[in-house]
C-alpha cells in the first residue's frame, strides 16, 4: 500500500508544481522580469522567453497539469476499487478532489501570488523544458484555437493607465518619492498639453512699440523684469519681432541706448492655439529662441508661451527669487478664500472641492465670471452662482482681478 500512496502522493506534488509555475509567471511583471535580466539574475532570460510566449507556456502547464490530476483520480479509484470495492468509490473522489483543490490550487496560487520572482526564477527552466517536451501537443491546441475559435493570442501592450498605476503603487510602496512620481505624471500630461492651455493671455501680455528706442526696452525691461518682449507694430495683433535683453550687451556697453529697437529685435515665432507642449519645446530648441506668439483661429494674437512655460509643466513651478510670487488662492477662514482672477477655474474647484462649470469659452475664475454674468460687474458687487458667493474685489478695465468667495 505504502508504494500506491507514495505514486499518488508523487501525482499530487507534480499538480502542485504546475500550478505554482503557472500563477507565479503569469504574476510576474514584464517590469520585473526586465529588471532580473539586467541584474544577470540565473534563469532570467529562459523566464523571459517562457513569458514573450506566454499563450505556450500556460498551455503547456495547463496540459501537463490537467494530465496528472486525471491521472490522480484514475489512480484513487483504482486503487479504491481494488481495496474496499464499488462503495468507497465516491468517498474517495470527494477526498481525493478536497485534496487537489486545496494542495494544488489554493496553496500553490497563494504562494506564488506572493513570491512571483523568486518562484518563477527557480521554475523557469524546468517549465521551459517542459514546453518543449510538449510543444507537438501545444502546437496542436493552439491551431485548434485559432483555427476553429478563430481566436488569435492579443500581443502584450502596456498601456499610459497601467503605467501610471505602477508608478502610483512604487509612490505608496516607497520605491519613489511625491516629486517623483509627480514629475513622472507631468511628463504623460505633456504631450497632451497645448499651448492655449498655459499661455501669457493677450492682456497680460507686455509690449513695446516698434518705434521705441533701446533706452525704453531697457526702462521697460527693469519695470517689469522680462528678459524678453514683444515688439508691437501699432498693436498687440501685429507683433514683428521679439527683444531679447542679453542681444544688446555691446550697446550698453557702448552706452549707444538710441538705437532703433528693430534693430535688435529677433523674428518672432507664431504658433497656434492648438499646437502640443512637446512640440513646442523641439520648435524652441530647433529655433534656438524661449519666446513665441500664440494665435487663435482668425490669425488674431492670443497670447505668448516660452520655453520657461514649457519647462515649468514638466519639473513643476522654477521661481526667480528677484520677483515676488503672489499665491493663486488664499484661505482666509474655513470657509472663505481671496482668488485672483487669473486663478484657472479647474485648480478653484480642486482647492474649494466645489463644481463651477468649466466650458471652452474661459478657463480662469475671471472668465468664469464674466460669462455668467454676461457684463463687466462692479467692485464690491457680491453674487450667488452654482451655490457659491462670490464678492468682487479689484476690476482694472474689462478684468477681474481679485475676487472674495464664500462656501
Partial sequence: MIPELALLLVLIALSFFFSLSETAIVACSRFKIKYFVQQHR???????????????TVS?????????????????????????????????????TFVLVLIAEVVPKSVAIAYPGTIALTV???????????????????????NVFRFKPV??????EEVRSIIDLAKEEGGIDVEEKEMIHRIFKF?????????????????????????????????KGHARIPISGGSK?????????????????LLDLDVPITKLMRPAIFVPETKKLNEMLKLFQKQKQHMAIIVDEHGGVSGVVTLEDCVEELVGDISDESEPVEPLIVRRSQRSWRILGKAPIGEVNRRLRIQLPVEKGYDTLSG??????????????????NGVKFKIGKVEGNRILEVAVRK
Avoid at 484514475?74 to 468507497?88: I, N, R
Fill in 191 to 223: 504631450d497632451d498639453t497645448e499651448v492655449d492651455d498655459i499661455k501669457v493671455p493677450r492682456m497680460d501680455m507686455v509690449t513695446l512699440d516698434s518705434r521705441k528706442k533701446l533706452r525704453d526696452a531697457l526702462d521697460l525691461v527693469k519695470k
Fill in 368 to 385: 468664469f465670471l464674466l460669462h455668467s454674468l454676461g457684463a463687466i460687474p462692479q467692485q464690491d458687487s457680491e453674487v450667488d452662482l
Fill in 237 to 253: 495683433d501685429k507683433i514683428v519681432g521679439i527683444f531679447y535683453y542679453k542681444d544688446a550687451a555691446e550697446q550698453v556697453r
Fill in 42 to 56: 540565473p534563469g532570467s532570460k529562459t523566464l523571459e522567453k517562457l513569458k514573450d510566449n506566454l499563450h505556450r
Fill in 155 to 160: 500581443p502584450p501592450q502596456i498601456t499610459e
Fill in 124 to 146: 523557469a527552466p524546468i517549465v521551459y523544458v517542459l514546453r518543449l517536451a510538449l510543444s507537438p501537443i501545444v502546437f496542436v491546441f493552439d491551431f485548434i484555437v485559432q
Fill in 60 to 96: 503547456a502547464l495547463l496540459i501537463a497539469n490537467n494530465v496528472v490530476n486525471l491521472a490522480a483520480a484514475a489512480y484513487v479509484t483504482t486503487l479504491t476499487l481494488k481495496q474496499f470495492g464499488d462503495a468507497y468509490v465516491a468517498i474517495a473522489t470527494g477526498i481525493l
